[in-house]
């Protein structure tokens, strides 16, 4: 067994053994500051709905409650906390003033729609929801912006881990060769650009 099917198969086990639950802490994971990707959530999720394991609105509606309770929890945090705690606290979940300040322009430049299109933006929309609460937006805006795009990404992902279940995992298996050597080059280059951040945050103090 490669690299590969062995990481799949026991995230798809993983999934299958703590249920809908775990899309919800996750998806909630992600929503907050944590360095939690939705694309390495939710399409493990579609392939177990490909497998009749799960279905697929469950696992929409587990992703999009926790989508909700993220930002809102982030929400919370911008409009009490404000930046003090970003600059205090940002860095256990590397997160950094400069990604803040990038999320705070898309808000300031397209205001409370931001909320909705930022869903659609890798590393924007772990954090979008901080300026928010800074703004003070309203809060049934920020709900329904918030939902309409969570929903929308969340079905999105779910439905390309589905088709990727009915079609590619035969191919995957076959090619699982090739796989490997991408998955460990990610791997060598995500551990590469941590160190690389931390040595530039640390120089820049």
């Known amino acids: 067994m490669g690299i590969t099917e062995f990481l799949v198969r026991n995230i798809l086990d993983f999934f299958y053994g703590t249920g809908y639950i775990s899309v919800f802490i996750l998806m909630t994971m992600e929503s907050m500051i944590f ?3 939705s694309e390495a959530v939710l399409p493990p999720a579609g392939l177990l709905v490909a497998q009749s394991r799960f279905s697929f609105p469950m696992v929409v509606v587990a992703g999009t409650l926790g989508s909700i309770v993220g930002s809102l929890v982030s929400y919370v945090i911008g409009y009490y ?6 600059d205090k606290f940002g860095k256990y979940f590397l997160l950094n003033r400069r990604d803040l300040e990038i ?3 898309f808000f300031n430049r397209r205001g409370d729609v931001t909320i909705l299109l930022c869903r659609f933006i890798p590393v924007v929309r772990h954090i ?3 300026p928010a609460g800074f703004g003070k937006m309203n809060i049934l805006k920020f709900l329904v912006y918030t ?7 969340n079905s999105f992902l779910t ?3 589905y088709r990727w279940g009915q079609a590619g995992w035969n191919l995957l298996l ?3 060769h090739i796989t490997d050597i991408i998955v460990v080059g990610l791997l060598v280059l995500g551990v590469g650009y941590f160190i690389f951040r931390h040595i530039k945050r640390k120089k820049a103090k």
Do not use: D
């Open 35 to 37: 360095p939690v990707p």
């Open 81 to 86: 906390g404000g930046k003090p705690f970003v």
């Open 103 to 105: 999320s705070e322009r």
């Open 128 to 130: 979008i929801s901080l």
């Open 147 to 153: 939902i309409i795009g969570a929903g929308l990404w």
């Open 159 to 161: 439905y390309v881990g």
């Open 174 to 176: 076959e090619y699982s």
